[in-house]
C-alpha cells in the first residue's frame, strides 16, 4: 500500500488525526536525519555505556586484572595497580563527555517538544475559545443567558495573555516571593495602629 504524501493534500484541506500523528512521525525522522556524525556517535556510546553487558564486562575485567597481577607471575601492573587506573580515568573522561553531548542533545529536542506542544495547545486554547463564543451567541440567540448560569465563562471568554501568564508563574514559582505580600499593608496599618 503506497504510503499517503503529506504534500499531496489538496490546500485547505484540514488534516485528519491520521495526518497529524505522520506529521509528528516525519518530524522526528527529520530530526533523527539532521544529526552529524559525531551526535550518532554519542548516541551509540551512551547507549553502550548504560547497558548490563557494559557493566558486567568491566566488572569481569577488573577481576581478571587484579588477578593476574596478584596471584600470577606474569605482574606486568602490580599493586596498586597504576596502569588500570590510569586506562580507567581516561575511560572514564572520554565516556563522561560522550554522555553530557548525549544528554545536551536530548534536552535540545526535549526543548522543541516543548515548544510545539506549547502552540499546539496555544492554538486549541483559541479554537475553545472560539467556539464557547459561538456557543454563547447561539444561547443568546434563542434568549438563553449562559453567563448568568456559568459565572467563570466570562473569565474563559478573554483572549489568554501569554505573557501575563508567565510572569504569574514565575512569580509563584519563585522561591524569594514565598511570603504573602498582600498582608504586608494589612501588617503596617495594625502596627501604626497599635502605635499611637
Known amino acids: 500500500m503506497p504510503r499517503p504524501d503529506r504534500h499531496s493534500t489538496p490546500a485547505g484541506t484540514p488534516p485528519t488525526s491520521v495526518g497529524n500523528i505522520q506529521e509528528v512521525a ?15 556517535w554519542t548516541v551509540v556510546v551512551a547507549a553502550a555505556a548504560s547497558s548490563t553487558a557494559f557493566t558486567v564486562g568491566h566488572i569481569v575485567w577488573f577481576v581478571l586484572w587484579m588477578v593476574a597481577n596478584t596471584l600470577t607471575p606474569w605482574r606486568f601492573d602490580p599493586y596498586p595497580f597504576s596502569f588500570l587506573t590510569l586506562v580507567v580515568s581516561l575511560e572514564a573522561i572520554v565516556l563522561t563527555g560522550f554522555i553530557l553531548r548525549d544528554q545536551a542533545y536530548m ?36 434568549g438563553y443567558d449562559a453567563r448568568a448560569d456559568n459565572p467563570q465563562l466570562e473569565e474563559l471568554l478573554k483572549h489568554t495573555n501569554v505573557r501575563e501568564l508567565a510572569e504569574r508563574i514565575k ?8 511570603a504573602p505580600k498582600d498582608d504586608a499593608p494589612e501588617a503596617a496599618s495594625r502596627a501604626g495602629a497599635h502605635g499611637h
Request: proline share 2%.
Open 171 to 178: 512569580t509563584e514559582l519563585d522561591p524569594a516571593t514565598d
Open 107 to 142: 534536552a535540545l529536542v526535549s526543548d522543541r517538544r516543548a515548544h510545539l506542544d506549547l502552540q499546539v495547545n496555544l492554538l486549541a486554547e483559541q479554537e475553545l475559545t472560539a467556539i464557547m463564543r459561538m456557543l454563547c451567541g447561539l444561547a443568546a440567540h434563542v
Open 26 to 40: 516525519e518530524l522526528e525522522l527529520e530530526a533523527l536525519k539532521a544529526r552529524t556524525l559525531l551526535e550518532r
